[in-house]
């Protein structure tokens, strides 16, 4: 009997906006993971809207420990631990502790380590916080950040963000800590009119890069659509560069048939008819 992979999804719930949980869950499901949600917090809509501090907010940072506690008694084991947003440093601590519970030898963690963008770290993410998020990170099997979360990590002036392929290479081997992570680096840019991620694979030691048509738009919640592919990919038993491939791939189409539908970019990306392609 084939049993599907189980992957604990530690992200917030966003009741409207596509991001996080609502992107994570189906996106596992579709390419045949189990996906065992570990709700951070739920959101009436994510803050990417107008007006976001009137957004509803329920911290469920108690309920993240008793879900735990629930879970070891269960004698849950998991194939892949995967943390996205995370609101404070008890959290991050929670997820210090998941690991000593859940993580198996055979355990692949993921940290998509959402700290900031556009060169700016979310209000939310004070330096102790990103010192603890680095912390995190150190302990992961692959990181998936973008270049704002990269120059955070390595405690680089975000200025200093390189453009060629050689710069790129450096930061990727400098995030991968000597190698013992594989990195997955999104939004470099080789050439004008493509846009995709750069990679360290910690398997084979090497670098490389997938591109995809640079679509005019930016939409919220696309790197958490990104790093899904990537894990999915990865528990279907895909090589990484092959997943990283599938996820530049993925997300484009899903850009492009947004703005062919004309729908408000601040809701997201419609990944849900190209669901399909993940598939098989």
């Not at 009997?1 to 994570?24: K, N, Y």
């Not at 189906?26 to 994510?46: E, F, I, N, R």
């Not at 453009?163 to 190698?179: F, K, P, V």
Request: net charge negative.
């Amino acid at each position: 009997m084939e049993i599907a992979p189980r992957i604990a999804a530690i992200q917030d719930l966003s009741g409207f906006g596509r991001c996080s949980m609502t992107v994570v869950l189906p996106v596992l499901s579709a390419m045949g993971s189990q996906c065992c949600p570990l709700l951070t917090a739920s959101l009436s809509a994510h803050t990417a809207f107008p007006a976001s501090d009137k957004a509803v907010f329920l911290d469920l940072t108690s309920w993240m420990e008793r879900t735990a506690a629930h879970w070891a008694e269960l004698g849950v084991r998991f194939d892949a631990i995967y943390s996205g947003f995370l609101g404070s440093a008890d959290q991050i601590g929670i997820i210090e502790r998941f690991y000593q519970q859940f993580r198996g030898e055979q355990t692949w963690v993921l940290v998509d380590p959402v700290m900031g963008d556009h060169g700016k770290p979310y209000r939310t993410y004070t330096p102790d916080l990103c010192a603890k998020m680095r912390e995190l990170a150190e302990r992961a099997d692959c990181i998936t950040p973008n270049w704002t979360e990269a120059a955070l990590l390595l405690e680089e002036d975000y200025a200093c963000v390189p453009t060629c392929r050689e710069g790129i290479q450096d930061w990727l081997e400098r995030l991968s800590l000597q190698g013992k992570r594989s990195v997955v680096l999104t939004g470099v840019s080789l050439e004008p009119g493509q846009v995709g991620a750069g990679y360290f694979d910690r398997t084979t030691g090497t670098t490389g890069f997938a591109m995809a048509h640079q679509e005019p738009a930016h939409f919220p919640g696309t790197g958490d659509l990104f790093a899904s592919v990537v894990l999915g990919a990865m528990m279907r038993g895909d090589a990484l560069p092959g997943a990283v491939e599938q996820a530049v791939g993925f997300v484009q189409r899903c850009v492009a048939h947004t703005l062919k539908a004309g729908t408000p970019a601040v809701e997201g990306v419609q990944f849900e008819p190209m669901l399909k392609d993940l598939m098989g």
